[in-house]
Nanobody, 117 residues
Framework: QVQLVESGGGLVQAGGSLRLSCAAS????????MGWFRQAPGKEREFVAR????????YGADSVKGRFTISRDNAKNTVYLQMNSLKPEDTAVYYC??????????WGQGTQVTVSS
């Protein structure tokens, strides 16, 4: 079993930055993909970014490309999401996940990101 705990969310003004962290415990996750999804009020959960065990990275919506950067530290069993130039439409609960082959097995409890205009 893997437990995921996100941190780093909060309230920020438009144009600001936040860095989300997600620490995994229970077993090493270096063989798994780690990723981030987000869910805004009244909307479906949206894929944000994923980093595979190989280091290959995929970003979701075009709106985050060039502004968000995903990275991982396998020694710390942690994945990060650096978010720059934040916009009010980035407001959502951000969820960390771990999986393989496009299937995500474990999810964190989520961290709220609120961007004020």
């Amino acid at each position: 079993q893997v437990q995921l705990v996100e941190s780093g969310g909060g309230l920020v003004q438009a144009g600001g930055s936040l860095r989300l962290s997600c620490a995994a415990s229970g077993r090493p996750v270096s063989d798994y993909a780690m990723g981030w999804f987000r869910q805004a009020p009244g909307k479906e959960r949206e894929f944000v970014a994923r980093i595979r065990a190989s280091g290959s990275i995929t970003y979701g919506a075009d709106s985050v490309k060039g502004r968000f950067t995903i990275s991982r530290d396998n020694a710390k069993n942690t994945v990060y999401l650096q978010m720059n130039s934040l916009k009010p439409e980035d407001t959502a609960v951000y969820y960390c996940t771990v999986g393989i082959g496009g299937t995500y097995f474990y999810w964190g409890q989520g961290t709220q990101v609120t961007v004020s205009s």
